[in-house]
C-alpha cells in the first residue's frame, strides 16, 4: 500500500484526518506526534492508543523540546519577540519544527506523501506546507479539512458514522500547549468584542497570595531560577508550573495573519511572558543604546518572518548570530513577584550593570564631567537644528 505520514496531535481534526486518509484514499497511515512541551507521559500514551484504535499502522511520539529550545526558544528570548508587543509566538514557533520532523520521519519510513490537519483559513496551512515543499518537493502534500472545507461538527458527523465515539465537548476549544505557551481559540475570538471565559484556559487559578521568584541568567539564557539551576528547557517549564498557578500570562493576540485576514487568538503563556519582559531588563541594565536599538529592529523582523513560516530563509541563520553575540554580557539575576493575573519585575543584579558606575547618578551627580563640559555638549548637539531654524526662519509659535 501506498504510505503517507500524518502529523498527528490525537485532536479532532487528526484524528478526522487519519480515518480519511485510510478510509476514503487507500493510505497505510504512520502518525507521528512531534511533542515540543503540551503533554504529559499519560497524555502520549493515551493519544498513542487512539491512534492505533483509528487506524494508524504505525505511531511514534517524538520528544524534541531540547531541539526545540536550542533551535527556537533561545533566539526568541535573546530577540524579545512578542508579535504586535503581545503574543509570544506560542503555536507559530512549534509548527516549523513538526514540520521539519514529519518529513524526517516520512523519508525514513519510505512515505509517498505527508498530511496535516490545519484548515485553510489559517496560519499553519503556511508554516507546514512551507517545511515540506522546501525539503521535500517530491512527495504529495495531503489535508483533508482545508480541501473539504469541514466544519467540526461535519468531522465528528464523519467519526460517529465510522464508529468513532469520542467524547469532543472540549472541541469548542482549539487549544494547542507547547513548551513556549498553549493557545486557545474559540467562538469568542471569532468576534472583535468577545472574552474568552474563565473556563476556556487550560490553567486555573489557584494561588492568590504573592509570591517572589529568582531568576538567573547566563549569557541571556535562564540557567535557574531560586538559585536551583538546571538546562533552560527544565526551567522554562518549572517557571510555568509555578507562576500558571496565578493565571499569569492571558491574554487574546489580534494579528494579520499571513493570508491577509486580521486574526485574533487567546493565549496563556505565563512562563514565556515572564522570561522575555525579565531577560528585556537585564539587557537595558547591561547593553549599549545602540544595542539595544538594533536588537529591537531584528528581534522584531526575526519574530515577523519566523511567525510568517519563513524560519529556512538563510537570513534567519545570520540575524541569529547576530542575536547571539550581543548575550556576551547578559548575565545576572532578574527578581520577580507573581500575584493573581499578573506579575511585576523588582529589579536586577549583574556585574555588568552599567548604573553601577563612578560616573554619575543620573538627575542626581556628576562626577566625570564639569558644568562647562555640559554647557559645551548641548551647545554642539543642538547645532544643527539651531542652524535649521536660523536658516529658514522657524519661530515655533
Known sequence: MKKVVLAYSGGLDTSYCLKYLKNELG????????????????????????AYELGSSHHVNLDIID????????????????KNNTYPLSVSAERVFQALETVKYAKSVGAEAIAHGSTGAGNDQIRFDMVFQTIAPEMTIITPIRDLKLTRQ??????????????????QYSINKGIWGTSVGGKETLTSSQPLPEEAYPSPLTKTQPEKVVLHFEKGELTGINNEFDKPSVNIQKLEALA?????????HVGDTIIGIKGRVGFEAAA?????????????????KW??????????????????????DPVMRNVEVFLEDTQKTVTGTVRVSLKPYHFTLDGIESAH????????????????????DAKGFIKILGNAQNIYAQVNGESYD
Not at 500558571?244 to 487574546?252: N, V
Open 27 to 50: 493510505y497505510e497511515v504512520h502518525t507521528i506526534l512531534i511533542n515540543t512541551g503540551g503533554f504529559t507521559p499519560e497524555e502520549l500514551n493515551g493519544i498513542e492508543t487512539r
Open 67 to 82: 531541539k526545540y529550545y536550542e533551535k527556537a526558544i533561545k533566539y526568541l528570548v535573546f530577540g524579545n519577540v512578542l
Open 154 to 171: 461535519e468531522e465528528v458527523a464523519y467519526l460517529q458514522e465510522n464508529g468513532v465515539e469520542y467524547s469532543w465537548e472540549k472541541a
Open 244 to 252: 500558571s498557578a496565578f493565571a499569569i500570562g492571558r491574554d487574546i
Open 272 to 288: 514565556p511572558l515572564i522570561i522575555i519582559k525579565a531577560h528585556h531588563l537585564l539587557e537595558k541594565h547591561v547593553l549599549g
Open 291 to 312: 544595542q539595544l536599538y538594533w536588537k529591537e529592529q531584528l528581534g522584531n523582523w526575526y519574530g515577523m518572518l519566523f511567525h510568517e513560516g519563513q524560519y529556512l
Open 353 to 372: 550593570d552599567l548604573m553601577n558606575t563612578k560616573f554619575g547618578q543620573y538627575g542626581e551627580v556628576n562626577n566625570a564631567w564639569t558644568s562647562n
